[in-house]
């Protein structure tokens, strides 16, 4: 039996072998995939002390920004190709290469021209008017909760906080205590409620984004900052509201609240970041030492499920990437093996159940 950072350890092996660093897909491209990958291979090479997790990452990085900091590739002003910017602070702390400085100062730079919901919100992509989807938490939050606390700018503070409150008040399910994949303020979304604007569903990935992103943006921001306890307490209420739908086998479903249904299936990247989440929040003091077995069910499950070629470990039970839609939609969304999606999730988890298993939980 493996520890939880012999997994990490194999996870990354794989992926190492599998794609030299410029060639993480998609290529050249700025994007949040390479982003949680790469975020949970830091996370690795932080527990393990072994320089090459590190190296990798920042190869990674030194090919997809120029000498000057600026970004090659990337969609201006999405959400989704501002995540990657979290890699570069723990780099520029390695390393002290001002290169990195500049780079954060690049990715910062798309932040004024992110559009906004008349309710301040942030839109997802410049191109899908007026929606706020919950994987936008973890693609911005963190990235501006660590730039506001180094650049000593508390109005972004704010800003990361508001936004999440905005993203309960307009999502989260007073019935269940899910939050919704997303909200469209227009209510003209082919996917929404036309009297809401809400989704139709509880998609388990997206869900799986809010406490990871939540637990993230507390390590940068400051209790004095204003709603600083509204943000802390959305994480022990979620994680026990997605606690009541945990799986037999201890995983959680693509649609969370609908695991009976014939079509549903376990998905694993939602799984690994519940985990991480559960795992983080005990440890933290958030919830109680009885959510430790939840966190350790649900990584169980998702290694019972895990495959091996050879040396190379096969994460799979992944979503593919996905946008909004109906139940048939996710449901039938197709599976991927060893995408970053799931092994960044994966990634996740391993550093977080470690964690929780060295304070002896």
């Known amino acids: 039996m493996k520890t939880p950072v012999e997994y990490a350890r194999a996870a990354c092996d794989t992926m190492i072998q599998k794609f030299a660093a410029p060639d993480l897909p998609p290529k050249g491209h ?4 390479q982003g949680v990958f790469l975020s949970g291979v830091l996370k690795t090479w932080r527990l393990t002390g072994e320089e090459r997790y590190f190296q990798y990452a920042r190869d990674w990085l030194d090919t997809v920004i120029d000498q000057n900091g600026c970004i090659l590739q990337y969609d201006h002003a999405d959400l989704d190709d501002i995540q990657p910017g979290i890699l570069l602070y723990p780099v520029l702390d390695q390393t002290q ?88 303020e227009t209510h003209q979304a082919d996917w929404c409620d036309p009297d809401t604007g809400l989704a139709p569903e509880f998609w388990g990935r997206s869900l799986g984004w809010v406490p990871v992103a939540i637990l993230d943006d507390l390590e940068q921001l400051s209790p004095s900052d204003p709603g600083y306890d509204q943000l802390q307490a959305i994480v022990p209420e979620l994680l026990e ?17 609908k695991p009976d249904r014939p079509e549903n299936w376990p998905e694993n990247s939602c799984t690994c970041l519940f985990a991480a989440a559960l795992a983080r929040a005990v440890l933290l003091g958030m919830l109680p030492t009885s959510y430790a077995e939840k966190a350790h069910a649900a990584y169980e499950g998702v ?18 990437g996905t946008g909004v839609g109906s139940y048939e939609f996710y449901c039938g969304r197709p599976c991927s093996v060893n995408d970053l999606h799931g092994v960044g999730a994966f990634l996740l988890m391993c550093t977080a159940i470690q964690q929780l298993e060295q304070a002896g939980l």
Request: aromatic content about 14%; overall charge neutral.
């Open 303 to 320: 290694i019972r499920s895990l495959t091996w070629e050879g040396d190379d470990l096969q994460i799979g039970g992944v979503c593919v």
């Open 97 to 184: 290469n001002p290169r990195y400085e500049k780079a954060i100062q690049s990715v910062y730079a798309q932040v004024p021209d992110v559009p906004r919901c008349a309710c301040g919100g942030f839109y997802h992509k410049v191109r899908h008017t007026g929606q706020m989807w919950l994987d936008g938490l973890y693609m911005i939050g963190p990235f501006l909760a660590e730039y506001g606390r180094r650049y000593n700018r508390p109005d972004l503070r704010e800003d990361v906080i508001r936004h999440v409150l905005l993203m309960k008040e307009h999502t989260c399910d007073p019935k269940t205590g899910l939050w919704y994949h997303a909200w469209d």
């Open 241 to 257: 509201a997605i606690c009541r739908y945990q799986g037999p086998d201890g995983r959680w479903y693509q649609v969370v609240n």
């Open 30 to 33: 700025f994007h949040y995939h």
